[in-house]
C-alpha cells in the first residue's frame, strides 16, 4: 500500500458542532501532563492537526481530537482538542464528543443508566456524568474547570466601529463576549458573514489591546474565540440566552459552545443576573441547545471565579480510515478563501 499513514477516525457532532475522535494510529504523546502533550503536538507536530482539519480531509467548520492515556492518574482517559486555528486546552462540545465514543465505542465501559467517568485535558482534571441506555448516551454533563471574568466593560477602539465595550471571560478557553445589541447586531443566521467578520475585526482589535494569562496556567493565554450574546429571557421558567460564538479563523460554532457557555456564567454572575443552582438554557445560531448551572464559586488566581456544569447530546456520524498516500502533493492540505476566512495580509 503507498500509504504513508492511516488513521482511525470516529466521526461525532455535539448539538451541530463537528468533533471528530482519533481513536487509532497515533501512539502516545511525549509529556508528564495534558499541557505538555499540547505544547509538544502544537510545536513539534502540528502537521497532524493540519492534515486532520485542512482540506481535502477537514473543513473550516470541525474539531479532532485526540484520545491519550491519562497524566492524572485519577483520570479514565485523556484528550488533545484540535481546532482550526490551534490546541484548545478544553472545549464543551468536544468532551461531549468525545465521552460519546469513548462510551459508544467500549473503549470506556458504559454503564447504564449513569457511567461517571474522568478526563484529563490541559485545563484540568474534568468529571462526566452520562445518562445511558440500550448502548447510547442520551445526555453527556460535565464539570468544567473554574470560570471566571478577567475585565467587564472592556473599551476597546476598533477600526470602522469606533469604541466597542466587551466583557473578557475564561470559560476553559478565553473569550471576548460582546453585546450583539450594543453594535446594532442581531444573533441571526441570514446576518452571519456581517457577524463572522465584526467578530473577526473586534477580536484582532481586542489581541492589539489586551492579553489575557490564565492565573494558574500561564500556556493558557490569547484569544481563538469571541461570543455575540443576546439579552437573558425567561423562558418555561428558565434563563434562557441566544449566543453566536465566532471561532477563527472565521466561522460560527454549529452547537451553543460549552466553553463559551462557562465563560456566560462567569459573567452573569458577576453582574448578579444569575445565582448558584439556577439552569441557564444555552441556544446556538442552529437553534441547538446546552443546559447549564452554576455548581459552586471559588478563586483563581485574584479573580473570583464560578464552577460551571454544562449538558449537552452528540451523534456518532462515522467510521473511517483517514489515510495520506505518499504520493499526495498536500500532506498538510491546503486551506481556500471561498471556504476559509482568510487573514488580512
Ligand atoms: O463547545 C465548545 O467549547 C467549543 N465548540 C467549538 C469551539 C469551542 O471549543
Redesign the pocket.
Known sequence: MPFSRSLTVVGCH?EG?V?DVITGGVLDVPGKTMQEKLIHMSTKKDHLRQFLLNEPRGRASM?TNLILPPCDPRADAGFL?M?SEEY?P?????IICTTTVLLETGMIPMKEPITEIALDTAAGLVTVTAECEAGKCKTVEFNNVPSFVLELDYKVPVPGLGEVTVDIAY???MYVLVDAASLGLRVDNQESPKLVEIAERIKRAVEVAYTPVHPENSGITGFS?LAFTEPVRIEEGCKTSVNA?V?SPGRF?R???????CARLAVLHARGQIKEGEIFKHRSILGTEFISRIRGTATVGKYPAVLPTVKGRAWITSFKQVVLDSTDPFPEGFRIGDQWHMPPN
Open positions: 455535539a458542532e468533533g474539531n482538542i481546532e484548545a478544553m472545549s464543551g462540545s468536544n470559560g476553559g478557553m474565540v460564538v471561532v460554532d452547537s451553543p459552545c460549552g466553553t463559551g457557555t
